[in-house]
């Protein structure tokens, strides 16, 4: 888990709105930083923070919804959980098309929306570190030889080490030896972690 | 102003169409019904003409007929008599057989051998069936002589033409209209002078006339007949008459269209009110509802703070006792918050408006903003605002009844903005045109203007200007532009006035009812 506690971005035009709400998530330790105005919101806040979004619909200026489409426009992976005074289907269906993790009616009980913030704080998490897991498994398989390469891709689409030294004109030892040093590089000890961590990685080598 | 006055012309201008065919009718019926009368005069006269003619001949021959054959003595005969019979007789003669003509029976145009070659022609015929020549006509005063040849003697007769026709049995005896002459070969004798100059009315008609041969061998005239019909003499009571009894028709009709327009205007007005007060108790609601709902939101959201708070530490400090009253208060806090959501909640899905609930279809704003101001007619006049439509647009996609709401909330704001101005003139301008894919329509007034700092506000529910004003109108017609895929802008304009514009998507680019993405 990351040092930091996650940060949520509070978005709404009532000030005692946004006051109560920070209350309430810094009741299970979230750090909150509230925003009245949308535009300052979305000129201003960290793009690289860990966290969610909790966002109104209804604001002057600027509604939720066009919020969401420039975050999106603007490459933002924040997880957004959508406010709203009076949702309709529509407002909901546009919402979701949007790429909004979820919709809550106001007002809201604290149970729904802690549980829907730590939901989308856990997803962001989790689509982070993915993302660093799959950037350090990148780094790692770039260090393989094309030799090594070659065998493991063998290896993935679960060949045995004699069939892999048939198929590649190589004896079963020298291919063994391959195996060591690559599951050395790529950090892995058995063949689960290596299909699981990899075949992605090779396939996407292998398609261009 | 402009409106009603096109209004008026319009049924002006039809009275008079309406009149003048009707008064070209009856003209033309009076002067057929009159053309009738005169040929049956015409037919008369004929007839008149013919019995007298055949008269005398039977007259002449009678006389042929009595008289004793030779003898100086016959000279004072039973034809010196005839005169005094017959009015239309101006002398008779008679000549025997180897002597010349009385001195009388020579008269202009009638010379002897006129009377000579006559008298032949007349002994030419067979004996029996003779009958009597004519001779010496004299146009100037309408006279001619008739000679008739018997076995010894001859006869004349100087017939005066005018007298012919028997006093009481004339058709025309006291018209000066009619010209009645009785023609032979190229000689005409006028019976009838007439009018004096033959003057074409108008073209209306050439007047009447009858060319009829009088039924006498002896006397073959052409019964040649005219009477000029000039706009002297239409029937001008009837015209008159018709004029009246058209006018009056013709205000009566507009009188009874005028107001039937205006019920119909009133009815249009109160039910375009009705769902004024539908649409604007929804969006009281909805505005209620909004204003009620944060304050809601905030007070749960803090009373849950507050009852988490308390219970994290009862739980760490086992200080359970302490705690458990103001807990206990903030439960039923948060309880009674939510009920009050749910009130507001339940009133909000009472009165929410059915979204198009007649469905998007073709509107022409054009239509409706003309429409609109015609309904607004009386309150312009009394304003005395000029109210124009200006510009062209293809028809937009939304519900009739929404986008004649929101028309109708611009038009009398304005109309209501001009009323507090005191600049003149006071002028409402609406124009159409195209954005993109959109169809706009302004409504622009040259009224005092909204403050700079009003301006954002304006569409914020219970926000107003007014006093007494609720705030909910341009809300209201914002909600319902949005509803419909469109939106409601407004702009001052420089140095005074305003201008909203709604913008409505275009029939034709929407294609299935799809959404362009925005």
């Not at chain 1, 599951?183 to 261009?208: C, F, M, N, W």
């Not at chain 2, 009739?400 to 709401?405: F, G, L, R, W």
């Amino acid at each position: 888990m990351n040092p930091v506690s996650p940060l949520i971005h509070l978005v709404d035009d009532d000030a005692a709105v946004r006051e109560a709400l920070a209350l309430l998530l810094g009741t299970v330790g979230l750090r909150v930083q509230a925003w009245g105005d949308p535009r300052q919101f979305l000129d201003g806040f960290d793009r690289r923070s860990i966290g969610a979004i909790v966002l109104d619909v209804r604001m002057p200026g600027l509604s939720g919804l066009t919020v969401i489409d420039l975050l999106r426009e603007q490459g933002s992976d924040l997880p957004v959980v959508v406010l709203t005074g009076h949702g309709t289907v529509e407002m909901c269906r546009r919402a979701f098309k949007s790429g909004a993790a979820e919709f809550l009616e106001k007002p809201i009980d604290d149970e729904r929306l802690l549980e829907a913030v730590h939901n989308a704080v856990r997803t962001h998490v989790l689509s982070r570190e993915r993302e660093a897991a799959g950037r350090e498994a990148r780094e790692r398989y770039a260090t393989l030889s094309p030799r090594e390469r070659e065998v493991l891709a063998l290896v993935v689409e679960g060949l045995t080490n004699k069939e892999v030294g048939r198929s590649l004109g190589m004896s079963p030892r020298t291919v063994e030896t391959h195996r060591a040093n690559l599951s050395h590089k790529l950090q892995v000890s058995t063949l689960a972690q290596l299909i699981r961590g990899y075949a992605a990685l090779v396939d996407e080598d292998r398609a261009p | 102003m402009p409106w009603t006055s096109r209004i008026d012309r319009r049924w002006l201008l039809g009275w008079l169409i309406v009149c003048a065919l009707g008064a070209a009718l009856i003209v033309r019926v009076d002067i057929a019904m009159r053309r009738a009368d005169f040929q049956a005069e015409a037919r008369q006269a004929h007839r008149v003409l013919s019995q007298a003619a055949a008269r005398l001949d039977a007259v002449l021959a009678t006389v042929a007929l009595l008289a004793p054959p030779g003898g100086e003595e016959a000279a004072d005969g039973a034809e010196q008599r005839l005169p005094a019979l017959y009015p239309q007789l101006l002398a008779a003669w008679r000549r025997d057989a180897g002597q010349p003509w009385p001195e009388g029976a020579l008269v202009p145009g009638a010379g002897p051998q006129e009377l000579d070659q006559a008298e032949l022609r007349s002994r030419a015929q067979p004996a029996t069936g003779r009958h009597p020549v004519l001779a010496g006509l004299d146009p100037a005063r309408a006279q001619y002589t008739l000679v008739l040849a018997d076995h010894g003697a001859s006869f004349a007769l100087r017939v005066d033409a005018r007298r012919l026709a028997p006093a009481g049995e004339w058709p025309w005896a006291n018209s000066t209209t009619v010209r009645a002459t009785l023609g032979v070969g190229s000689q005409t004798l006028v019976l009838d002078a007439g009018a004096p100059a033959p003057e074409r009315p108008f073209g209306v008609t050439d007047g009447f006339e009858a060319r009829l041969p009088l039924a006498s061998q002896s006397q073959p005239f052409v019964l040649h007949v005219q009477r000029f019909v000039g706009p002297a003499e239409w029937p001008w009571p009837v015209l008159g008459a018709w004029t009246l009894l058209s006018a009056l028709l013709a205000w009566a009709a507009w009188r009874w269209h005028a107001s039937r327009r205006e019920r119909e205007r009133v009815a249009a007005l109160a039910r375009m009110a009705q769902v004024s007060r539908l649409n604007t108790l929804g969006e009281l609601a909805a505005g209620v509802a909004h204003e009620l709902n944060q304050p809601l939101t905030a007070m749960l959201a803090g009373t849950q703070a507050a009852l988490r708070v308390l219970r994290d530490e009862a739980d760490a400090d086992g200080a359970v006792a302490d705690a458990r009253p103001a807990m206990a208060a903030l439960d039923l806090a948060a309880a009674q918050a939510r009920r009050a959501a749910d009130v507001v909640a339940r009133l909000r899905r009472l009165v929410q408006p059915q979204p198009a609930a007649t469905g998007a279809q073709p509107v022409d704003l054009g239509a409706v903003a003309r429409r609109l101001l015609d309904l607004l007619e009386p309150e312009l006049a009394r304003l005395d605002i000029v109210a124009v439509v200006e510009g062209d647009a293809p028809p937009a996609l939304g519900d009739p009844v929404a986008a004649e709401q929101i028309l109708h909330n611009l038009l009398t704001n304005a109309l209501q903005a001009l009323e507090g101005s005191v600049r003149e003139p006071r002028h409402l301008t609406v124009r159409l045109g195209t954005r993109e894919t959109r169809v706009a329509c302004e409504v622009r007034d040259n009224g005092p203007g909204v403050a700079p700092a009003d301006l954002p506000r304006l569409f914020e529910p219970f926000f107003t200007t007014r006093p007494g004003g609720l705030g909910l109108g341009l809300p209201l017609c914002q909600s319902l532009a949005l509803a419909m895929d469109g939106r409601l802008e407004v702009q001052a304009i420089e140095p005074h006035g305003t201008t909203f514009t709604l913008e409505l998507p275009l029939a034709a680019a929407a294609g299935g009812g799809d959404t362009p993405p925005r």
